[in-house]
């Protein structure tokens, strides 16, 4: 995913925090992905470069991202959302509260910019994630589900 929009400083809601990526986490973000990561994010950059990682106290546990390329299925003032927790730190909730503190972030944009997510239907806990975060299914897109805030 590329990244648009303007710089933060961070993000927080109690001890999880989105801070700016830096190109000292990439090596992090490497070695957090595994075979679900792979299996449902198969066409991630080598050089791994999100708009913001999601730090638990003081350890990376993740990141999330958003872009607005060239995607037809996204309408001008919409924006499309990814995420990954690190397996040892899944099912904590901590994709759900950096997906609810990104969508903040979004509406404060000028102009507001409207999460949506595409999401395998195989991928389970990705789905319970996007319930989890106040999104609703509104379709389907080339076989994945699709997906608004």
Do not use: K
């Not at 303007?6 to 830096?22: D, H, V, W």
């Not at 409207?114 to 996007?130: E, G, H, W, Y």
Request: hydrophobic share 40%; net charge negative.
């Amino acid at each position: 995913m590329s990244t648009v929009g303007q710089m933060f400083e961070s993000l927080t809601e109690g001890n999880l925090t989105l801070r700016p990526f830096e190109a000292v986490d990439r090596d992090v973000l490497i070695a957090g992905r595994d075979e679900e990561f792979d299996r449902f994010l198969a066409d991630a950059s080598p050089e791994p470069a999100p708009f913001a990682c999601i730090w638990v106290d003081d350890v990376i546990v993740g990141w999330v991202d958003y872009d607005q390329d060239d995607r037809h299925w996204l309408e001008g003032d919409e924006a499309n959302l990814g995420y990954n927790v690190f397996p040892e730190h899944r099912g904590e909730g901590h994709a759900t509260r950096a997906l609810r503190l990104l969508c903040f972030y979004l509406a404060a944009l000028d102009p507001p910019l409207r999460p949506t997510l595409l999401i395998d239907p195989d991928n389970a806990p990705s789905l319970a994630v996007a319930r989890s975060a106040g999104f609703a299914q509104v379709g389907e897109v080339d076989g994945e589900l699709f997906f608004r805030s």
